[in-house]
């Protein structure tokens, strides 16, 4: 199951503390008393795979290494490791403490999340011409200890709506190399997934039902990826009673949750064209037609339907890409 919300609380690594230490050579027993090291920083770096806070789940406090202790001979200790924690691109990091935000955007960018506490001095820099044999040092400071909300928010090229048991998943599986399950279901499955289709990343969100705005189901969690997506394309099943009605209860969800959503560009597909009559399909066409869509119908059986929405996205990829180069 997607995990795309979670609260974590993280521990940067706290400073080595600094040595007393003396030389004990002869004519040269002054203090050689090292460093303590860094803590080590905790950082969010960003990854492609949408299933990354899962990691989280069971593990929602984590902390970096400690600095090392100072050693004689001036040997500062070691630097504690860093603790790098993996989230999905599309992630909000938000500091419950400070209020401090920030959208992870891109594969292999890093945030710091907590910093590591200082390591403390050693002996050797007390030393002075009135304090040759100094015992003080410092203790290593704490590192910060943070609490953080991530939230994620998918971002794709496209986002497949519709009310459950449109054909989402399985026109998903059948242009990109996703593994939905498909099934038919007359309820909606529980996490969105992803394809790639040439340089398109494609979103299956999850049906969504009559109230999903004012919470009903799981609609308001699904909703919100859809305001990541560029582009819409509203299935609508050809073996729907009332198509028209299909649409709008998704057109009103949308905008309900974010008047936005209602500017995108949006495509309607027709799907499941296989499973009525070219009677009835050509009723449920004229349809929505009359709401002054432009249906496109399509069946996974059916080649030539599957080449049509083939030629919509090679259209948005090419738009795309143009948009890319200025």
């Known amino acids: 199951m997607l995990i795309d919300e979670i609260t974590i609380r993280l521990h940067a690594g706290r400073g ?48 970096a290494e400690d600095g090392k202790n100072g050693r004689g001979r001036f040997l500062d200790g070691r630097r504690g490791e860093d603790l790098v924690l993996k989230i999905p691109t599309g992630t909000t990091i938000t500091n419950l403490g400070t209020g401090y935000k920030q959208e992870m955007i891109k594969v292999g960018q890093r945030i710091l999340a907590a910093g590591g506490g200082m390591g403390g001095k050693g002996n050797f820099k007390y030393r002075s011409a009135i304090n ?34 449109a054909g989402k998943s399985s026109l998903l599986n059948e242009l990109t190399a996703a593994k939905s399950k498909v099934a038919n279901y007359a309820f909606t499955t529980l996490e969105p997934h992803l394809g790639a289709y040439y340089e398109l990343i494609i979103a299956d969100i999850p ?11 799981l609609g308001v969690k699904f909703l919100k990826h859809i305001e990541r997506t560029t582009t819409i394309f509203h299935l609508i099943s050809a073996e729907s009673e009332d198509p028209a009605q299909d649409h709008e209860i998704i057109r009103n969800e949308l905008e309900i949750h974010n008047p ?32 002054g869509l432009k249906p496109v119908p399509v069946s996974i059986l059916d080649v030539d339907s599957l080449d049509e929405v083939k030629k919509i996205l ?11 180069s200025k």
């Open 207 to 217: 049906g969504l039902i009559e109230g999903a705005s004012q919470g009903k189901g």
């Open 16 to 63: 080595g503390r600094g040595a007393v230490a003396f030389n004990k050579v002869k004519l040269s027993q002054g203090p050689v008393g090292g460093d303590g090291g860094n803590g080590g920083n905790v950082y969010f770096q960003g990854v492609s795979n949408i299933n990354a806070l899962m990691s989280y789940a069971s593990n929602k406090e984590m902390k």
């Open 132 to 165: 040759t044999t100094p015992l003080q040092f410092q203790e290593g400071l704490a590192g910060d200890v943070c609490e953080y909300h991530l939230e994620l928010r998918l971002i794709a090229d496209v986002g497949l709506v519709g009310l459950p048991n």
């Open 260 to 291: 936005l959503l209602s500017v995108k560009t949006e495509y309607v597909f027709l799907t499941k064209t296989d499973a009525v009559a070219p009677r009835v399909l050509k009723e449920r066409i004229a349809t929505l037609k009359k709401l």
């Open 314 to 324: 090679n259209k948005i990829k090419a738009e795309k890409l143009k948009g890319d």
